[in-house]
Structures are given as C-alpha cells and as structure tokens.
C-alpha cells in the first residue's frame, strides 16, 4: 500500500470516527432518555416498590365492550356498571345509539347493557335495596356559537284558557308579528289557567299558566335573530284557542347552545342486570345531583333544564316505593352540586361543583335544612370562584363528620386552578374550612376515592381546563387525615381530565375510568379524544404479605344497632372493621361513598363481632362492604351486608 492510499484510509478511519462520535452525542439524550425509561420500568415492577408505592396496571377491556364512560357505579354483586349513553357523541345521540358496559372485576368480564335512552350526563345514587337510581340525562348536545345556523332559543308557551290544558308536538310552529317561524324542538304541555275568586259574586280572576319550550328558526341564517320581547302566534290554531295559546321570547339568536336535560328516570337492577323505567321528574335535568336521604327517598337539584338553563331552584324528592317524584324546597345551585348527607334532613354542600350557572350564584357553601329550607354558610374558603371541578371527600371515618375539599378550577372555561385543600369539622360549635396541606400542583378534575386503612387516594386531573395546554398531571397520592398529610404513589400512566371517575372495588384495588380532553397535542392544535382505557391501581397494602381472613356472615341482612357476628380466622390480628358504602361516580363528584367504623365488641376463636351505629344519617338503608384491617393497614377483601 502506498504512502497516499494509508494517509487516504486513515483519513476516512478519522472522519468516520468523528462522524461516530458526532452521532453519540447528537443521539446522547435520546438514549438517556431509552435508558431512563428502561430503569423506571424495571424499578415499578419491584416488590419493593409496589410495596411502598403500589403499582398500576391497564384492565384488558376487549374493544367491543369499549365505550366513553361518563358514569361509573359499584354495585353489590360487585359487578361495575359503566355508562356512557351517547359518550358525548353528536351522531350517537341523532341515530339513538346509547351504551352501557358492564363489568366483573373479580373475573375481568364484561357485558353489553341495553340502554334505553341517553342518560349521558345525568345524576345517579344507591338506593336502599341496591338499585341505582338515574335520573336525566341528555336531549341536545351543546352548539358553539359559530356552528349555530339557526336562531333559536327559550320561549314561554302561555294558556289563558282556564277549561283545559293543551299538548303541543315537537315541531309545532310559533310565529312572530313580522311572520318569521320557529319550530319547537320537543313536545310541551301547557296545564289548563288557574282562576281565582274576587268575590263572593263568582267573579274570578284568570291566571295564564306557562310552560317552556326551545325553539329553531324554520329557516337558516340571521333573519330569525331578535332581540326583543315578543309574542307568537300557534300556527294551526283559530279563533279562542289563537287568542287564549301564544308564545312569548325575548332573545332568539345565533349565539351558543347549552347542551339540554330531560326529565326521564331510570332504576338498574343489579340482579337483572337490566334498565326498568320509573316515573318521569317534573323538571329536566342535565348535570343534576342526586342524593339519597336517610328515610331511603332521593333528593334531585340543578341541571340545565330543557331549554339550556340551570333549573332555577325548581328541586324534586323520589320516592322509591312509589317510583314517583314530588316537590322539594326551591334553592339554586349550580350543576353536579356535591352533597353530604349530615343529618334528618340535613345536607352540606361544600362549594364544589362540575360547572354552568353564574360565578356569584349558589356557590357559597354551607348547611341546608331541608325541613324548614334554610340555609346556614360555611366560612373560611376565600375565592369560591375557583371550587368549580373540584373533589370532595366526607374523611374516614365518617363518624368524625368531617368534609374536605381539594383542587377546583375557575368558572366556566377559565384557566384558573389552585392546589388548595381545605377540611370542615361539621361537629364544631361553628363549623368552619381551615386549610389543609397543598397538592402537588394546582389540580382540576381530581379523583378521590376513600380507602379501607382509613386514608383518601387521590389521582389525576388536569392544571388547565379539560387538559388544554398539555396539562395532565400523571401523579397519585395518599391523604393521611392523621397526619394531615399527603403520602407520594405510583405515578397512572393515562392522563385523566373531564368526564373522569375513580372507583374502590371490592378486592381493594381502585379502577379510573374516562377522560374527556379538547385537545390532543400541547399546542392545542389537534382535537382530543375519549380515554376508553381502564387502569387500576393496587395500593401497597396489597404487597405487604397474608391479607387479613374475613368472610360472609351467617345473614347478609342487617339492622342498625345490631351486633352482627363475622367469620375469620384472624380475630387477634384485626384492629378495626368498616363499613364502606359502595360509589357511585361521575365528573369527579362521589358523595355516595363513606367509610363508617364499626366498634369491635367481642373475639372470639374463628369469629369477630361488631356493632354497628343506630343512625340513619351516618349509616343510610343500603348495601356496604365490610372490610377488616389488621394493625399495619392491610385489608381483608370485602364481605357484603345490607344494612336496614
């Protein structure tokens, strides 16, 4: 080889080399990054990990079961019913394609669920034998403006004829002075007039009675826009009837539409796993809250109605025995209010809701006495305009009455969000919020969940409205109210904003469901999509060896007040048992779970006995599981009662 042809190759090995070397430091922080990941994936399989931390892992949920669960509820077979009804899907609410799911968590099974109509979006509870009542849900989706092409909105459908009533069908036109048409987008009826007597002559005096319609402009474009108060004839009537039916609006416009309710109720039979329809509510309701109270009846309260407004205070009572609703005391809140039941009669509302209604209205928490309709503020929570997506817990136990509330956002769709907590001891002499320990980051749409060793699992959310901006918060933690602290988990790896709901099921792992976020990329540039993935999580108690031995009882039924005998093996191990009321979750609102301690009268070989409280506002008519913890936390599996 020639002097030329060596300098030429070593020259090439140099280049070469250089180029090699260029690449590994160009590609450096890309194999870090491998590297990184690699070593994380390892350190959370470790036993020692999971113990300290737990460990997540993604249900294997077949794609035809898939569906965008708004709605999750646990029920007493154990079994988790997910809804999703239309799943906030425009063209599956058009072609009536609603969906539920049900699944076996112990067997990892799942069934499809006839759904009768589109319960997207309304309000859920247990009731006392293990039903679960729904009730609303949602009739039209919301339009933003700009996608609105005709000019429509609410209108006031007057009767002055005080003989009869009158039903009108959707699509009955009501017609302006300039002859402009608006057809009514569902059916309504009109009560017959009220008449009042003046005086003894049999004079009386005509009260029109009303009833609320949605309207559309026949036609397209802005000549259906009006921005005064009018009155609109009934197309097809003639004489009395035109003069006593008439409509009245005083906005029809192309501006946006707030998504509809409808006053439809449903119970779900656990036992056939079936939809049963009851009677209808008076009003409807999209977004509404429904709380069972301690006489087994149902309270319902907000919800945009059928016109797209918050139903203005107008609160109904179901009677599950009758299957029939009536009136309840008026007062406003905002939707998916979240309530706790406190006493006879008695709720607390903490302030946290899941949106629509205006920022200085029904937003102040505090004590409502159903019996007489007061209501008695709560203080101590500054900035109420920022408890909107917020959770709320009742803490473990329940007995010590006190409520917590973490995380919110702003009104509407504000990027305001806080990392505040805040606890109220509804025991206190004047009851007031006093701060508790900061989340990790400023947190909407957060998961809590309560748990058998008496702490509250937190996870997920989003710092910016419904995720925007990228802002999923891949991070869990433990409330210790003992210490008054929060204890760092494992990390979910699915991004968890709206439409999300956590649940504790019977073997005590936690499953998430849902996420509902607007974008799909940081620049907020591509739309999102629905997060059909389940992940659960099983808490480190679950890696701390031998579970405590707890099994069924001679009878499932159980009165309160009672001392009822549980089978175990563990009877010296055990150091407390608790009554868990199965949740019922959906927009990060769940006042349906609560723990409740059970004090432990007698141990005995093979068997443990237990008291439970004779109150009906701490342990409501219903199902709950038992649950028995040994001194380092572990807990057993669930046992089934059904408390009376």
Known sequence: MTKRSARLTTRKTLLAAGAAVALAALNAPAVAGFARHAYHRYEINQLDYKARYGHWALAALPETYQLNSIHAILLHTGKVLLIAGSGNNVTQLDGGVFKSTLWDPASDTFKKIDTPADLFCGGHTQLPDGRILIAGGTARHEVLKGDVTRAGGAMLVRNEDPERGRTFPKGTVFRSPAGVGYRSQFA???????????????????????????????????????NTTEQYAIDGLKGKDADNLYGIANKLGLDKKDSQGTKDAYEFDPATEKYIKVGSMSEARWHPSLTTLSDGRVLAVSGLDDTGQVAPGKNEIYDPKTKTWSKAPARHFPTYPSFFLTGRQKIFYTGSNAGYGPGDKGRTPGLWN??????????????????????????????????????GGGVGESRAATSRTAIVDLGAAHPAFTLGPRLPENTRYLNSVIMPDDTVFTTGGSSGYRGQDASDILKSQFYDP???????????????????????????????????????????????????????????????????????????????????????????????????HPGSATHVTDFDQRSVALDIARRAHGSLSVRVPDDSSLVPVGWYMAVATDREGTPSKAVWLHVH
């Open 188 to 226: 309504v009826h009109v009560p017959a007039a009220k008449t009042t007597p003046t005086d003894h002559g049999g004079n009386v005096t005509v009260t029109a009675s009303e009833a609320r319609a949605f309207v559309e402009a026949v036609e397209q474009g802005p000549l259906g826009i009006t």
């Open 370 to 407: 159903l019996a007489d309709n007061t209501f008695t503020p709560v203080p101590g929570l500054k900035d109420q305009d920022i408890l909107e997506t917020s959770s709320s817990v009742l803490l473990p136990p329940a007995q010590d009455k006190k409520v917590m509330v973490l995380g």
């Open 482 to 580: 003992t210490k008054n602290t929060f204890i760092p988990a494992a990390a979910p790896t699915v991004g968890r904003n709206y439409h999300t709901e956590a649940l504790l099921l019977p073997d005590g792992r936690v499953a998430v469901f849902g996420s509902d976020p607007l974008f799909s990329d940081q620049a907020d540039s591509r739309p999102g999509h629905f997060e059909q993935r389940v992940e659960v999580f099983s808490p480190p108690y679950l890696f701390h060896g031998k579970r405590p031995d707890l099994q069924q009882a001679d009878s499932t039924e159980v009165e309160r007040g009672d001392e009822i005998t549980l089978r175990t093996e563990d009877a010296s191990r055990i150091s407390r048992v608790r009554l868990l």
